[in-house]
């Protein structure tokens, strides 16, 4: 395996490149485009294709970018529809419509199709590569249909449909196989019952794969016409794709981020969420700014006050991810928002009276006051108590008003979070201005 820029022989290069695609793909995802793009051009395109299969689709794209159109227009021709559609979708749009026009009219008007739907949506990701079978078929045409396609072996399941190609249900290959040959694969047919539409996004699909946990799902359209399938391997990927979604969004990040993306394009994602965090800084820093006084009279307040808050924000941030999780995964729904914020401010209430004892303690063999013990253990129990139940209530709000659960709600908590701690604590303080003297 090639794993340095050293030169090696031309026929090395090629036969490395042939005979591992995918270790060639992940080198060649190392290099700078233009790196990258100098070397393959240098392969012929059935070298090609397959490395072009194994590429990251953003990865094929910038590379796309530095060849020559005579290098890419046998590779596009190659490729799969699942992958052209993948990296055509990642192309700039000048490029893409050049070359559109080097592809056939058949290809052309599948990818454009391809095109038109929502990048997160079961239309944009599945593969067009499916055969029909008509439900009055015998098993004998089946099999004989099956022999004539050889990339279709290793399908566990026929799509059958009817006269309007709308899908009536699916045949077992292995059932096929053990049928009298004179049977109608009507006769084999079971329904359908995991499919998704073409538009339904990327979490639907998620949590009809974790539902069902089927090898493929179909696609249809609003008539119930089969479009395409999502398979097995993509549903693993979305599925990981949006666990991994929920947690760039909700500390504010693009869920069309990726560790590699632009500098300017982070900015772009990062930087609007960014001033909202500070606009909600300023909120909390208010709220301390009403207490002056109280925090003069008194600094060892201000010593104690980010233990008050820490403790509420952690509270706040465990709720949040149970709740996330289980909204994600379809444990629990919006409607049960009553039981999901007593069982959470049970929760806080306990441990919030539990760390406020040993806060208490702590904070009485450091001041040998009395009273700054009692201001921070009652101070500490509010705070929690309000951060468990926040925790769950911000993202069951955002399900309710129609928005993403997961979207920023980590920077809703935590105003909600550092405002409680601030005014419980330097509220308490200020009634209790007696005590600390």
């Given at each position: 395996?090639?794993?340095?820029?050293?030169?090696?022989?031309?026929?090395?290069?090629?036969?490395?490149?042939?005979?591992?695609?995918?270790?060639?793909?992940?080198?060649?995802?190392?290099?700078?485009?233009?790196?990258?793009?100098?070397?393959?051009?240098?392969?012929?395109?059935?070298?090609?294709?397959?490395?072009?299969?194994?590429?990251?689709?953003?990865?094929?794209a910038d590379i796309v970018n530095h060849v020559s159109e005579q290098f890419i227009q046998p590779v596009l021709k190659q490729l799969s529809a699942q992958?052209?559609?993948?990296?055509?979708?990642?192309?700039?749009?000048?490029?893409?419509?050049?070359?559109?026009?080097?592809?056939?009219?058949?290809?052309?008007?599948?990818?454009?199709?391809?095109?038109?739907?929502?990048?997160?949506?079961?239309?944009?990701?599945?593969?067009?590569?499916?055969?029909?079978?008509?439900?009055?078929?015998?098993?004998?045409?089946?099999?004989?249909?099956?022999?004539?396609?050889?990339?279709?072996?290793?399908?566990?399941?026929?799509?059958?449909?009817?006269?309007?190609?709308?899908?009536?249900?699916?045949?077992?290959?292995?059932?096929?196989?053990?049928?009298?040959?004179?049977?109608?694969?009507?006769?084999?047919?079971?329904?359908?019952?995991?499919?998704?539409?073409?538009?339904?996004?990327?979490?639907?699909?998620?949590?009809?794969?974790?539902?069902?946990?089927?090898?493929?799902?179909?696609?249809?359209?609003?008539?119930?016409?089969?479009?395409?399938?999502?398979?097995?391997?993509?549903?693993?990927?979305?599925s990981k794709e949006t666990a991994t979604v929920d947690i760039q969004t909700m500390v504010g990040a693009s869920k069309d981020e990726r560790a590699l993306?632009?500098?300017?394009?982070?900015?772009?994602?990062?930087?609007?969420?960014?001033?909202?965090?500070?606009?909600?800084?300023?909120?909390?820093?208010?709220?301390?700014?009403?207490?002056?006084?109280?925090?003069?009279?008194?600094?060892?307040?201000?010593?104690?006050?980010?233990?008050?808050?820490?403790?509420?924000?952690?509270?706040?941030?465990?709720a949040l991810a149970v709740t996330m999780r289980g909204l994600a995964l379809r444990e629990v729904y919006p409607q049960q928002w009553g039981l999901i914020?007593?069982?959470?401010?049970?929760?806080?209430?306990?441990?919030?009276?539990?760390?406020?004892?040993?806060?208490?303690?702590?904070?009485?063999?450091?001041?040998?006051?009395?009273?700054?013990?009692?201001?921070?253990?009652?101070?500490?129990?509010?705070?929690?108590?309000?951060?468990?139940?926040?925790?769950?209530?911000?993202?069951?709000?955002?399900?309710?008003?129609?928005?993403?659960?997961?979207?920023?709600?980590?920077?809703?908590?935590?105003?909600?979070?550092?405002?409680?701690?601030?005014?419980?604590?330097?509220?308490?303080?200020?009634?209790?201005?007696?005590?600390?003297?």
């Amino acid at each position: 395996m090639v794993t340095t820029h050293e030169p090696v022989s031309e026929a090395l290069q090629h036969k490395f490149f042939k005979s591992h695609p995918t270790e060639a793909a992940l080198y060649l995802e190392k290099l700078a485009p233009t790196v990258a793009a100098g070397i393959i051009e240098q392969e012929t395109p059935d070298n090609a294709v397959p490395i072009f299969e194994s590429l990251s689709p953003a990865r094929a794209a910038d590379i796309v970018n530095h060849v020559s159109e005579q290098f890419i227009q046998p590779v596009l021709k190659q490729l799969s529809a699942q992958r052209l559609a993948a990296l055509f979708a990642q192309l700039e749009e000048a490029l893409r419509a050049r070359l559109l026009a080097l592809l056939d009219p058949k290809t052309k008007d599948m990818l454009e199709k391809v095109l038109s739907y929502p990048a997160d949506s079961a239309g944009a990701i599945m593969d067009r590569d499916v055969i029909m079978f008509r439900a009055g078929l015998t098993v004998r045409e089946a099999l004989a249909r099956l022999v004539a396609k050889p990339h279709l072996h290793k399908r566990r399941a026929l799509f059958v449909v009817d006269d309007r190609l709308r899908l009536k249900g699916l045949v077992d290959i292995q059932a096929l196989a053990l049928a009298d040959r004179n049977q109608m694969l009507s006769e084999l047919m079971y329904s359908a019952v995991a499919v998704v539409n073409d538009t339904d996004n990327k979490q639907m699909i998620a949590e009809t794969f974790e539902r069902y946990r089927v090898t493929g799902l179909p696609v249809i359209d609003y008539q119930g016409s089969l479009m395409g399938v999502i398979r097995y391997e993509d549903l693993v990927s979305v599925s990981k794709e949006t666990a991994t979604v929920d947690i760039q969004t909700m500390v504010g990040a693009s869920k069309d981020e990726r560790a590699l993306s632009t500098p300017w394009f982070a900015i772009r994602k990062r930087l609007p969420w960014l001033q909202v965090n500070l606009l909600t800084a300023f909120l909390a820093a208010a709220v301390v700014g009403l207490f002056e006084s109280t925090i003069a009279a008194y600094t060892a307040l201000a010593v104690l006050l980010p233990v008050v808050a820490g403790q509420s924000g952690n509270t706040g941030s465990q709720a949040l991810a149970v709740t996330m999780r289980g909204l994600a995964l379809r444990e629990v729904y919006p409607q049960q928002w009553g039981l999901i914020a007593f069982k959470e401010a049970r929760v806080a209430l306990v441990n919030g009276i539990v760390v406020a004892v040993v806060t208490s303690v702590g904070t009485f063999i450091w001041s040998q006051s009395l009273g700054l013990a009692l201001i921070i253990g009652s101070s500490m129990v509010i705070s929690m108590l309000i951060a468990g139940i926040a925790g769950a209530m911000v993202p069951i709000t955002l399900s309710k008003l129609g928005q993403d659960p997961a979207q920023s709600s980590s920077i809703i908590l935590t105003t909600i979070t550092d405002v409680a701690g601030f005014f419980s604590f330097l509220g308490i303080a200020t009634l209790l201005m007696f005590m600390l003297f």
